[in-house]
T-cell receptor, first 112, second 114 residues
């Protein structure tokens, strides 16, 4: 079992729709959760961080965390073609370790 | 406000040569992390450093790879006697020292071994 799992996609949504990206993790001791966006050939760009159960909203993005289910998701409202990228879920695990463990990413395609 | 800086952006080395990758953290950040992204693979942690200290090198290959973050100057990831399998994008990230932190990535160095 991978430590952080994501569906590789591609996830295709029409412009203006809600894109829902999901991530599960195996380490119950995980403390912090992050979503990064990576365009092809570029570096990861931090979108959201979430540390406690529930929802966290920032503009068109909402991160959701459920530690009991070991599940974190990212919703993108009013999806735009410029949102087309690979979305990486990253988890910081056991207390004291600062390294991030990344999922393999979900490729999102927003169709105009 | 300068972000994380990495150089060179592209590096070509022949098999057996040495590669040196540099990373300057974001202003105010004292923690540096190196990650590697192999073609068509995810990001993998390599090493975490603070000034003059290696804190976690659990992701570093046992041979040929080393990292440092001197008191003055950038962090350096050094790969000796490169092989084709070292061809990858190497990303540096930095964070401040607080417990709940976020890591911000530099543009990366694309290493090609011929």
């Amino acid at each position: 079992q991978k430590e952080v799992e994501q569906n590789s996609g591609p996830l295709s949504v029409p412009e203006g729709a809600i894109a829902s990206l999901n991530c599960t993790y195996s380490d119950r001791g995980s403390q912090s959760f992050f979503w990064y966006r990576q365009y092809s050939g570029k570096s990861p760009e931090l979108i959201m961080s979430i540390y406690s159960n529930g929802d966290k909203e920032d503009g068109r993005f909402t991160a959701q965390l459920n530690k009991a289910s070991q599940y974190v998701s990212l919703l993108i409202r009013d999806s735009q073609p410029s949102d087309s990228a690979t979305y990486l879920c990253a988890v910081r695990g056991t207390t004291g370790r600062r390294a991030l463990t990344f999922g393999s990413g979900t490729r999102l395609q927003v169709q105009p | 406000n300068a972000g994380v800086m990495q150089n060179p952006r592209h590096l070509v080395r022949r098999r057996g040569q040495e590669a040196r990758l540099r990373c300057s953290p974001m202003k105010g950040h004292s923690h540096v992390y190196w990650y590697r992204q192999l073609p068509e693979e995810g990001l993998k942690f390599m090493v975490y450093l603070q000034k003059e200290n290696i804190i976690d090198e659990s992701g570093m290959p046992k041979e040929r790879f080393s990292a440092e973050f001197p008191k003055e100057g950038p962090s350096i990831l050094r790969i000796q006697q490169v092989v084709r399998g070292d061809s990858a994008a190497y990303f540096c990230a930095s964070s401040p020292g607080q417990v709940d932190y976020e890591q911000y990535f530099g543009p990366g160095t694309r290493l090609t071994v011929t």
